[in-house]
Every structure is written in C-alpha cells, then in structure tokens.
C-alpha cells in the first residue's frame, strides 16, 4: 500500500499537477437504458479541464468553466446555505487557473441538444485537491460534487466520481476523502455504497475551524 | 525553560518528523497505521510542488529531550479551498513532546500557523479531533475554535485504496 507499488515505476520523476496542456475529453460507454434515456447519455462528454497556467489553458476554456460558480450556487442552495457563496468569478480563476492551482475541477457537459431548461450544457462538477496525511502520504479531498437535478439518475455523479478515483490512482495517492452533512440521506446512501467509512462515527472525527475574527485574534496574539 | 525557536522544516529534519508523526500515532492509539517513509516525507515536502509545509520547534543542545532530540514540535499544514469562500489553511498534524508541553511553545505554534494564514489571505484555519480528546479540544475551544461537526452536521468520510480501485474498473 502507499505510494509506488512493487513493479511500478513509481513516482519518481513524476510531476504533479500531471495534467498536460489542453482539454481531453473522454466518450463514456452508453449503459444499457430506455431510448429516451440512452440517448442523452450518449452525449454525455466529461471535459479534464486542466489547471496548468494561463498560456497553456486558453481563455475561452477558463471562461466557459466559470459557469461552476453558478453551479456552485445550485449545490450551496441544497445544503441550505446560499448567503455562505463569498468568492467571486475572478477568485475562482485566479485560483484555480493561475501558476500554483489551489484546486482541480472536472467538470459534466451534455451536447447542446440536450441542454438544459435554462439553457446549460455543463449539466455537474467536481472538485478536489491534493491533501497529505502524516500516516499515508498522498491523499485526495474531494470538496464538492455536484449533478443538477434534472440530470441525476443518469450515472453522471457515479462517473464524476469515478474519474476522480482515476485522478488519484495516476497521482499515486491512497485515499480519497471528503465530508457530506448529517441529514443529507441520499448523498449518504450514494457514497456508503460505493465503500466509503464515515470516520465521525467509526472514529470519533470531528471537524474544527478557526474562521474570521477568531482567525485574526488568534494572530494577533503573536508577541 | 522557555528558550525554544520556530523554523520552517528543511529537508535535514524529515527523520525528526517522522519521529514526531510516530508519537502523536501513538497517542491516538493508531502507531501501526504509519506507513509513511523519510523517503516519503523528503519527496513529498521537499519536491517541485510540495503537498505539505511544515514548521518545527526547536530547543538548544542544553535543553535536548531524555533521548537527546533537539526538534521537540511539530506542525503540518497545507492549503485547501472552499469554494464558497476561496484559500484555507489545513492544519493535518500539530504536536509537542510531553516533556515540553506547558511552556507556551504549542501556543506559539499555533498563532505563527493562524499569522501564515492571515498573510497568505485564508479565510480560515480548519483541522480534525477525535471526539475523545477532550484536552485538545478545550485548547482549541479557548482559543475561539467552532465544532463544524456539532454545528453544522458535517462527518467525514474515506474511500480507501481498494475501493478507489473498484470505482476507476467501473468506469
């Protein structure tokens, strides 16, 4: 377990980020579905958008993703809180597109003809970061996860998720972790099934912050 | 005794860093769950693009631990991001040697953490404790600490490696 398995390469000469430059995109398999269905699924195209630097993604690419902000605003509506969206559209470039990324976002898109009813085609998102734990090294944290209503039972999020899974083996890292509200069943059914251990229950994790005015009299206490 | 230095870490105290991850794993009960190498610790820190930042407290020759350490604290950290309101500062591990706890130097780790934080423009400083560690979370608490998970409701998750391996062959 860990990094660098027997027989691998290993991570030696390995570069993080290891995106390259550009947008690849890879076609998913249709699932066996109804007509109707299957059809939406077929174009169903997941853009890796890469967050390398301001040469080498190109404008047009940052400026199409700066849609997730709206997205943003859907996913912090359902876990009820739509006044928390501080950060603006210049923020999130900066970000996540600059020379030092602070996050990596793969983003859902459908074909314009399945767009939807307010005219979106970037139809889900995730996004995650790189974090280390002291006992296992590399780790990824996934923040968000999101498919907006209208696209859910579709396998979107599965596949989201899935991709990220693929992000983390490639980078060598030995978990994934992320953090989901009490109340919220559905999302909890969803990852429960899929392996995940809820290290609150199981071991007793709490989350901690030290946030706003608390952060500043915390430094300024400094001699 | 309260002459004691903070410093980033440098390549040169990996071993010391591993020693200190070793004992806080102790103390949570969890020591052979470490599976992590000086190797590890030197590539990952110490790299191209680090995944973690560390600061270590140091003491002079004269005041060196029983077993004759000079690196007696440590804390790791890292930056995070929400997206509701941009940078964070995670702080993963934070600890001092019992032998040196009460003289403030936990203290003083804490506030040169929540200064970087400030200066490199983090809304916030978040971190984990286990519900049992009540000494730990009374520190925290005193200091204007929020329980998210009391709060809010969150509860964190893992999806370990076999499982990860499970969902990309899904795919």
């Given amino acids: ?223 | 005794m309260a002459n004691f230095i903070l410093r980033k870490a440098e390549p040169k105290d990996v071993s010391d860093i591993l020693r200190l991850i070793k004992e806080l794993a102790k103390f949570e009960e969890m020591e052979d769950q470490v599976i992590l190498t000086e190797k590890d610790l030197l590539e990952d820190g110490f790299g191209d693009h680090p995944f973690y930042h560390c600061i270590v407290a140091e003491v002079p020759k004269q005041h060196q631990s029983a077993d004759g350490h000079m690196i007696i604290g440590f804390a790791m950290y890292y930056f995070t991001y929400d997206p509701w309101i941009g940078k964070l500062l995670y702080l993963e591990d934070f600890y001092v040697m019992k032998e040196f706890r009460g003289f403030g130097i936990g203290s003083e780790i804490l506030k040169k953490l929540s200064q970087t934080a400030v200066r490199t423009r983090c809304s916030s400083m978040h971190f984990i404790v286990a519900e049992w560690n009540k000494p730990s979370i009374e520190f925290y608490k005193r200091r204007g600490a929020s329980d998210l998970s009391l709060e809010e409701g969150w509860r964190l998750f893992k999806i370990d490696k076999q499982n990860l391996l499970k969902m990309t062959n899904e795919e």
Wanted: aromatic share 12%; proline share 5%.
């Fill in chain 1, 1 to 223: 377990m860990g990094r660098g398995e027997k027989g691998e390469k290993g991570a030696q000469g390995v570069m993080w980020p290891l995106m390259g430059p550009g947008v690849r995109t890879k076609p998913l398999r249709p699932p066996p579905l109804p007509l109707k269905k299957k059809f939406l699924i077929k174009s169903t195209r997941f853009t890796w958008v890469t967050c390398f630097g301001f040469k080498t993604a190109n404008f047009a690419e940052r400026k199409r993703d700066m849609n997730i902000l709206d997205e943003k605003g859907e996913l912090a509506v359902y876990e009820k809180m739509p006044d928390q969206v501080k950060i603006s559209h210049k923020e999130l470039e900066r970000d996540g597109f600059g020379r030092n990324p602070f996050y990596q976002c793969l983003v859902a898109e459908v074909s314009e003809d399945h767009k939807s009813k307010d005219g979106h085609t970037k139809v889900g998102y995730s996004l995650f970061f790189y974090t280390y734990s002291t006992w296992k090294g590399r780790t990824v944290y996934m923040e968000d996860l999101y498919v907006m209503p209208e696209y859910r039972g579709k396998g979107i999020g599965k596949a989201l998720m899935a991709t990220v899974a693929k992000v983390a083996k490639e980078q060598h890292c030995v978990r994934l972790q992320f953090s989901v509200l009490d109340w919220n069943k559905p999302s909890l059914d969803f990852y429960l099934a899929k392996g995940a251990e809820d290290l609150t229950a199981k071991e007793g994790w709490h989350f901690l912050r030290f946030h706003g005015i608390a952060l500043d009299n915390l430094a300024r206490e400094a001699p």
